[in-house]
């Protein structure tokens, strides 16, 4: 089964140029990098397989309302027409609190190594900030490339970091801005705090991460048992219930679950098994049993990206996370 990426960009390559324009323009920088690469790899089409998607597209599209599609646009026209520019002007800067990060918004688009080239001098406060309007993924690849000291510097203030003035943000944001050209068209609000710590360190590999967490452990244990306690790693797909299980299977490559499972336990392995057909779990056994020595840095990149899975569909309500000692730090 094609995934959801391979899907998009079978929908999008039969579309006109145009049209395929004004899709992507709305997705995030991830999301258009991943798709036009799956456009690139896409060869030799069969009508059944472009049937099979627009199918799909339409029966989903069909469950779709027009309801809170381009709502922010609608409620700006509403209110402007009802209260005259100025009165509207006002309240809509007091109901949607949107701080302009255009600047930083469009770091988005670059390589974490440029990123890091760019912020590696600058206070770790700072480095923070911006951190937290990015994904975590692209944040740690970030951290990675600083030196140590500033490296679990800036954690540590991620971790404490729960908000942040209007004005210092805009601040932020004009020095970017004139480093950047362009910007993005989403606007997202801060997202410090423990849990922003924590989705990072998963994405940091073993080392560095147990590196980082020990330098927050001298500083405060109790913050890094709350970080800990927020992160999800690969066992802690044990917790997902079977429905869960299944959902996650339906969008994992075979050869990138063989290479993850080559370094998981049995108990999670049998968990796997159990939720596929027999004849899946005897075939994905047999590859198992048959494929050589994996490196490790191998198979944590699969886990990681089968994590981005299961983040994602936890994100979009799908299944829920068990999340160890959640209910203790309510």
Request: glycine letters at 8%.
């Given at each position: ?269 049998e968990k796997i098994f159990?939720?596929m057909s027999q004849r ?51």
């Open positions: 089964m094609s995934t959801g990426i391979e899907r998009s960009a079978i929908l999008l390559m039969t579309l006109g140029e145009n049209e395929a324009a004004n899709v992507l323009k709305y997705l995030e920088p991830k999301e258009v990098q991943k798709i036009s690469t799956a456009m690139v790899k896409l060869k030799n089409l069969g009508r059944e397989q472009i049937a099979e998607v627009f199918t799909e597209f339409l029966i989903t599209a069909n469950d779709k309302t027009t309801i809170g599609m381009d709502s922010s646009d609608y409620i700006k026209n509403m209110l402007t027409q009802a209260l005259g520019d100025d009165k509207a002007a006002g309240l809509l800067d007091r109901i949607m609190n949107n701080s302009d990060t255009s600047g930083i918004e469009s770091l988005k688009w670059m390589d974490p190594g440029a990123i890091a080239e760019m912020i590696c001098n600058e206070h770790p406060q700072i480095i923070a900030t911006i951190l937290v309007h990015l994904e975590p993924d692209q944040s740690a690849g970030i951290l990675k490339m600083l030196n140590e000291r500033t490296r679990n510097d800036t954690l540590l203030r991620i971790t404490t970091l729960d908000s942040i003035q209007p004005v210092a943000l805009r601040e932020l944001n004009d020095v970017l801005g004139k480093l950047l050209s362009g910007g993005g068209v989403g606007k997202k609000s801060l997202q410090g705090g423990v849990g922003a710590a924590a989705e990072i360190l998963n994405y940091m590999g073993n080392t560095l991460e147990a590196e980082m967490m020990e330098a927050v452990r001298t500083f405060d244990p109790d913050l890094a048992l709350k970080i800990e306690d927020k992160m999800f790693v690969f066992e802690n797909i044990l917790e997902i219930d079977d429905r869960g299980i299944q959902l996650i299977l339906r969008e994992v490559q075979s050869e990138s679950l063989i290479v993850a499972l080559k370094g998981a336990n049995e108990e999670l392995r159990k939720n899946a779990a005897e075939m994905m056994r047999e590859d198992l049993e048959s494929k050589g020595p994996v490196r490790l840095s191998e198979v944590e990149t699969n886990q990681k990206d089968i994590l981005k899975i299961v983040r994602r569909l936890s994100d979009e309500g799908q299944i829920a996370l068990g999340g160890k000692g959640e209910e203790a730090y309510v």
